[in-house]
């Protein structure tokens, strides 16, 4: 389930829930759907640190979400 992916956490600019990357990816980050801005999840969820702009790009984005959508099935 896509919600198995929701962080706690509203991104700053856009006041969504953050996901987090999909359990295959070797550095766990949190991020965006909308304005693409995200993190380290050790940083931004446990240190509580700034999100970071664009942090990742569209192309990225469209492959965790292919990802999280597999894993959900």
């Given at each position: 389930m896509v919600t198995d992916y929701l962080v706690n956490m509203e991104c700053t600019t856009c006041g969504l829930s953050l996901m987090q990357s999909p359990r295959s990816a070797v550095n766990r980050i949190v991020f965006c759907?909308?304005?693409?801005?995200?993190?380290?999840y050790a940083d931004i969820v446990e240190e509580r640190k700034a999100l970071t702009s664009d942090f990742i790009t569209m192309n990225e984005l469209e492959d965790m979400l292919s990802a999280i959508g597999q894993e959900s099935e």
């Open positions: 759907t909308v304005c693409r801005c995200g993190g380290h």
